[in-house]
Structures are given as C-alpha cells and as structure tokens.
C-alpha cells in the first residue's frame, strides 16, 4: 500500500480523499494557488506544496507544476479528485511515464471514455444505444448550424471534454447556436483547455440517472444508481440514491450494460456511465466519467462502501475484493450541494468571506438516520471568483425516501451562512415541493416550476402558525433575560403583556397570549376578536445568540433559522424555503402592519450593472448604438461559467463604463442609457 499520496485538486473533494487516506493510514500532500493559501484542504494535509496564481489555467491545471509537487514530496500516487486532470490522459501518461500511480483509469479509458466524441463512438460499436447526433468535432459556427438542423431542434452543444455542465449550452432555434456556441467554447478552454463542441440531440422530459461501477481491470460491478435530475443550467443541484423512478429490472439492465461497456476498455478504479432516461424508461448512453463523481457520497451511504478506499486499492495492484452479489441497496439517501449564489437574484454567483459557517451537526441519530457534509470551506474563510461556487455537499440516509427527505428539510434548515449568498433556501423549498415528493422529475424540474426565478415560499396559514409560535418562544426567552439583567420586579417578569401580536411580512397578523411554565411555553393562539383558536406547547434549549432555534412544537421537532431583527421587533426566520420577518408587537394588528416600512428599490433602470463579480469577456455595443429588448449587451465570466447579459427594453446606448479584460464588483456599472 501506498505511503504518501498527494491530491491534486482543491476544496471539499480534497477534504474528502484525505479523510480515507488517513483512516488507511496514508500521509497525505496538498498542492494550493495563492488564493488558496489559507484553505481547509492544505490545513488538513501532511505537507503542502504552491503551485502558482489563482487561475487555475496557472495553476491547478499545470502539469508539469504538479508533477514538481510530486517529485519534491516524494508522492508515490496522485488521486485527481474531480474536474482539473481528472479526466486528462496526458497527465495520466505523464505520471506512468516517471513511475507513479495515478489513483484513476488507464490512460486507454480515459482517452476513450473521459472523451466525449469518442466515447460514443465507442459505445455505438458497442451496440449500445446512444443519443442521436453529431460525433464528429464541429470547426466554427457555421457547421454548427448545419449540423443543429440537420439532427433537428432542440439540440445541446456539449464540451468533448465537459463535466459540471462547463461548456453546454441547450439550442431550441438557430439563434441560440449561433450566440451560445462560442460561450461554449470559451467555457470549455477555461474549465479543461480543450476547445471540442459536439452536438447532439436534447431529449425532452429526460431523466438523467446514472450508474455507479468499480472494476480492477479485470472484474467489474455496478454499484447501484443515482438520479440526478434537478438540474439548473445543466449543473446537478440535488442527486439521490437509488432512483425513485427505476424498477429493478431496469436498473439491472442498466447496471450490466455499464459493466459491459467498463470491461470492454479493461477499466479500472471507480467510474459512471451516465444515462438519458425517457417517461417509459428507455435508456440512452450519454458518457462515462473516468473519475470520481461529485455526488459519489449517496452511493457510500446506501451500500457502505468506501469508493475512494476501493480507488487507491486497485491502483495500488489489489483486485476487487467486492463482487456484484456483496453489493446491497440500503434505504435512501440524499444530496443538496450548498453553492454560493443568491438564489433571489437569477443565482448570481456570490463572493466574499464566511462571517459564520455553522453546518449540522455530522451524526447517526438513534433512528438511523445519518447527515453527511462534505465541505472544503469555515468559517472566516474566503470564497473567491476563481473556483467553482460549490460549497459543500450535504447529504442524509434514512430507511425510506421520505424520511431522508424529511432528515435533508431539518438539516438544511440547521445549516446556517453569514458574509456571503447561498442557495439554502431554494434548496429547502425544493425538499418540501409537492413534485419532487411525488419524485415525478426530469431536467426541466427547475425551469419548469421556477420559470421567473426563485422568489421565495409563500408562507401557508400552516407554516405561519408554527413560525409565530418560534417567535413567540424566543421573545419570552429574550424577555426573561432582559429580567435577568435589568433587575425587574418578581411580579412584572415580562416587558410585553399577556396579549399582543406577530406580523409575518404583513401577510398574516396572528394574536397570541403566552402562559410561560417552567420547562416549556404555553401560546395560546386568538382569533380576532380575541377568543382562543388553538394552545400550543414549546419547549426548546434556544438561547438568545443562537442562531438556530431547535426545538418542539407540540411534542413535533421544528428546525428554523433565527435572527433578531434590526430596526423591527422580533425576528428574521427561514424555514422550508421560507424566509419571513416575524415582528413582535404590543399594538393593534392595524398599527402593527402600518408601523412595518415599504421598501423602495432604487430605479437602475437607466444603467446595465454587473449582477456578479466576475471578469468581463467581451461588451457587445457601443456609444450611440440603438438596442432592442433581448439583445446580447456584454458577457461576464464568473466561476468558470459566462454570463450572456441581455437588454431589458429598447434604448440607445449613453456610455460604455467597462471593457473586456475589466474585473468588476456586483452592482458596478457597465452601461448607461440615454
């Protein structure tokens, strides 16, 4: 066995590779830019070694600067993680050439299946079915238009040497292959310095499930599946495991084709073949990831095997010692990936340092059920522009779906980010959306049930209860320390009276009086004449400073999220998707409403702003050019993905304040209109 292996990638899936290498007992070596100087992964390592400037393209994606790394500490293996040189054969060969074991693929498979084009070249000769279109590489816009319309519309251009939806772009007409087919190519020289689109037909109403497999270069296994259809921009957001859509006879073909097509390259360490699956479960090869996946922890949970163990064993010279037979599905688990992005704001990519960084706690509880958080980042860390914006990956396992759904609303709910925007609430009102229950999903999930974007829930008469009632809990607690500190007198042990009123955003304005007991809260619940509608009990350990409040409602445990507020009384709370300010008031209902302010948004309708901070790729207009709604104004690259910002009315342009190469802030100005 390996005595020292290094990790040549960054974030939370150097974290994770490191955590197994240590439990085998395996020094560990970390390589970092300066922009990762001071990130978790190089502090969990051994030893770490800087490899250049923050852009990647300088830096992690540098050969011969790894190689160095490798060589100076004295690695006998490199594991590539994902992304980067994960899927790169020159670097693979490079490694073999000078006699260190690459924790992946051979170099044959990787040429072959980590390749888009060819690897569907490959699985038709194969006879396994794949998706129609065009596998040859395409030069210029110009073929890409034929092709488009000879395959027929809509059609998706694809990086050959994609992953993470970098380099994709979905075509419904000829207009968007002639402005998305060099985005995809910029994309696609940015993420893997490789400039190959290919094209080839978009499915409707797919389904995208994928397979697991493990092999030696000998012996091969499937080790179940994953749906990963909540999908945004061809980026996966949540992934389960298994499908709530497969059957097993289904799954058993799928799993024997990718073993088939794994044992005809002689593949070896962990890999996924990907599928298209359609509403009657027909299945379409799309690609196979020679590498690990993002989303590998829910097979972990569901099976108990640890991939990343089994990689570093079979490039060590071990044989699988699992066969197909030992491998068992074991309830349910799910995945949320924590991005930095504002949700609210077409997920605009957010930078900045994490002020507080407090995810849920990683346990076992005594029901079985298990959260997982694979993370790369704490707290007073930064997130740069420079990398991807994932977070962390949060997962849970239960025995059903529904309980692991369930387990993922409350641990979501728990995880709470300061300093910078995050998708949390988003994530949350998907666990706790009616579809994605049912798991009646595709790929169009998102777009279709967020069409104008993500605003927010809508609370429910329901929800609000349960929110006025954590109000009410944390007022009486903040009340009761007041006492503490101020001294009052024994018998006015509260600042407000037995009865007053909590507006949640002025959409629901709910009476109450409390009846504090010893170790819980009794709120009594009044209608608007002032008779009692419903009694409560609370009971939580919430203190004033918490800033998530866990608890019981009515013997039920409740999970939100809880600031005090400024400027109003009482409280700022996300729960499920839901973020609400909860103001705690002593006058009439009508005052109350009256007494909370309208806010005013500041007209920037004259002005282009950048919604990110991000380098400028190109401005497409100039002074005195007139611009009709939807045309194409500038594109701006952030987190490896460009940003195509289109005019929102007609005008004429007044001044152009940037220029490509510019590096902005958000909200600074691009163009301004007459």
């Known amino acids: 066995m390996f005595k020292k292996i290094l990790i040549a990638n960054r974030g939370e899936i150097a974290c994770r590779v490191m955590k197994t290498a240590k439990k085998m007992g395996i020094a560990t070596v970390a390589v970092y830019s300066d922009a990762d100087k001071d990130a978790l992964h190089v502090e969990m390592a051994d030893e770490a070694v800087n490899i250049g400037p923050?852009?990647?393209?300088?830096?992690?994606?540098?050969?011969?600067?790894?190689?160095?790394?490798?060589?100076?500490?004295?690695?006998?293996?490199?594991?590539?993680?994902?992304?980067?040189?994960?899927?790169?054969?020159?670097?693979?060969?490079?490694?073999?050439?000078?006699?260190i074991a690459f924790i992946g693929p051979n170099v044959e498979a990787i040429e072959v299946m980590g390749d888009k084009i060819a690897s569907k070249k490959f699985a038709d000769k194969a006879k396994v079915n794949?998706?129609?279109?065009?596998?040859?590489?395409?030069?210029?816009?110009?073929?890409?238009?034929?092709?488009?319309?000879?395959?027929?519309?809509?059609?998706?251009?694809?990086?050959?040497?994609?992953?993470?939806?970098?380099?994709?772009?979905?075509?419904?007409?000829?207009?968007?292959?002639?402005?998305?087919?060099?985005?995809?190519?910029?994309e696609a020289v940015s993420s893997f310095g490789d400039d190959r689109i290919f094209i080839e037909k978009f499915v409707t109403e797919p389904r995208h499930i994928e397979i697991q497999v493990m092999a030696d270069g000998t012996d091969a296994i499937y080790v179940g599946e994953r749906e990963c259809s909540i999908q945004r921009r061809n980026q996966k957001v949540i992934e389960e495991a298994p499908s709530p859509f497969l059957d097993e006879a289904t799954r058993k073909k799928m799993g024997e084709q990718a073993v088939a097509l794994a044992k005809a390259v002689s593949y070896q360490s962990a890999g996924t073949v990907e599928f298209i699956v359609d509403k009657d479960r027909n299945f379409y090869f799309l690609e196979m990831n020679t590498r690990l996946q993002v989303e590998h922890p829910v097979t972990e949970l569901i099976t108990g095997i640890d991939l990343v163990e089994q990689m570093i064993r079979v490039a060590a010279g071990e044989k699988l010692s699992i066969k197909q037979d030992d491998v068992k599905?074991?309830?349910?688990?799910?995945?949320?990936?924590?991005?930095?992005?504002?949700?609210?704001?077409?997920?605009?990519?957010?930078?900045?340092?994490?002020?507080?960084?407090?995810?849920?706690?990683?346990?076992?509880?005594?029901?079985?059920?298990?959260?997982r958080n694979d993370t790369g980042v704490y707290e007073g860390g930064e997130i740069s522009l420079y990398y991807d914006p994932m977070i962390a990956?949060?997962?849970?396992?239960?025995?059903?779906?529904?309980?692991?759904?369930?387990?993922?609303?409350?641990?979501?709910?728990?995880?709470?980010?300061?300093?910078?925007?995050?998708?949390?609430?988003?994530?949350?009102?998907?666990?706790?959306?009616?579809?994605?229950?049912?798991?009646?999903?595709?790929?169009?999930?998102?777009?279709?049930?967020?069409?104008?974007?993500?605003?927010?829930?809508?609370?429910?008469?329901?929800?609000?209860?349960?929110?006025?009632?954590?109000?009410?809990?944390?007022?009486?607690?903040?009340?009761?320390?007041?006492?503490?500190?101020?001294?009052?007198?024994?018998?006015?042990?509260?600042?407000?009276?037995?009865?007053?009123?909590?507006a949640l955003d002025k959409e629901h304005v709910i009476r109450l009086r409390t009846e504090p007991e010893e170790d819980w809260l009794v709120v009594i619940l009044q209608n608007e004449d002032g008779s009692e509608r419903s009694r409560h009990t609370i009971a939580s350990e919430w203190r004033p400073g918490d800033v998530v409040f866990e608890g019981t409602?009515?013997?039920?445990?409740?999970?939100?999220?809880?600031?005090?507020?400024?400027?109003?009384?009482?409280?700022?709370?996300?729960?499920?998707?839901?973020?609400?300010?909860?103001?705690?008031?002593?006058?009439?209902?009508?005052?109350?409403?009256?007494?909370?302010?309208?806010?005013?948004?500041?007209?920037?309708?004259?002005?282009?702003?950048?919604?990110?901070?991000?380098?400028?790729?190109?401005?497409?207009?100039?002074?005195?050019q007139e611009v009709k709604v939807g045309q194409t104004l500038a594109v701006v690259e952030a987190m490896k993905m460009e940003?195509?910002?289109?005019?929102?009315?007609?005008?004429?342009?007044?001044?152009?304040?940037?220029?490509?190469?510019?590096?902005?802030q958000v909200d600074e100005v691009i163009i301004e209109f007459e």
């Not at 954590?470 to 007198?489: D, P």
């Not at 009508?590 to 919604?611: G, I, N, R, W």
Request: negative net charge; hydrophobic residues 40%; aromatic residues 8%.
């Open 643 to 664: 940003n195509i910002l289109r005019a929102e009315r007609d005008g004429v342009v007044a001044e152009v304040s940037a220029a490509a190469g510019d590096s902005l």
């Open 393 to 502: 990956k949060l997962c849970t396992h239960a025995a059903t779906r529904e309980e692991a759904v369930d387990a993922m609303s409350d641990a979501l709910d728990a995880f709470y980010i300061e300093g910078i925007q995050h998708n949390i609430p988003f994530l949350g009102a998907i666990m706790e959306h009616e579809r994605f229950r049912s798991g009646n999903i595709n790929t169009g999930f998102i777009a279709d049930e967020y069409p104008d974007g993500f605003e927010g829930v809508a609370v429910s008469p329901e929800r609000a209860d349960k929110l006025v009632l954590a109000a009410a809990f944390m007022n009486e607690i903040h009340a009761l320390r007041a006492t503490e500190i101020t001294g009052q007198l024994p018998n006015r042990p509260r600042f407000l009276p037995e009865d007053w009123v909590v």
């Open 54 to 99: 923050a852009a990647s393209a300088e830096s992690y994606l540098v050969m011969e600067k790894i190689l160095q790394a490798v060589k100076d500490t004295g690695s006998e293996a490199v594991h590539p993680g994902y992304g980067f040189l994960s899927e790169n054969a020159a670097f693979a060969e490079l490694l073999q050439k000078e006699g």
């Open 329 to 371: 599905l074991n309830g349910w688990a799910i995945e949320s990936r924590i991005y930095a992005e504002d949700p609210y704001r077409g997920f605009l990519p957010s930078i900045g340092r994490l002020s507080r960084y407090q995810p849920p706690a990683e346990v076992t509880s005594e029901n079985g059920i298990t959260v």
């Open 130 to 186: 794949t998706v129609p279109g065009h596998l040859g590489v395409i030069k210029d816009t110009e073929e890409a238009l034929k092709i488009a319309g000879d395959v027929g519309y809509p059609v998706m251009m694809k990086a050959s040497a994609g992953g993470g939806g970098k380099g994709m772009r979905i075509a419904w007409s000829a207009d968007d292959v002639a402005e998305g087919f060099q985005s995809a190519i910029n």
């Open 553 to 624: 409602i009515d013997g039920e445990p409740i999970v939100l999220q809880a600031e005090r507020a400024r400027g109003l009384q009482g409280y700022n709370l996300t729960y499920r998707g839901s973020t609400v300010n909860a103001a705690v008031r002593t006058k009439n209902a009508h005052d109350l409403v009256q007494f909370m302010p309208e806010k005013v948004e500041a007209d920037t309708s004259k002005y282009l702003l950048c919604p990110m901070p991000g380098l400028v790729v190109s401005i497409n207009v100039e002074v005195g």
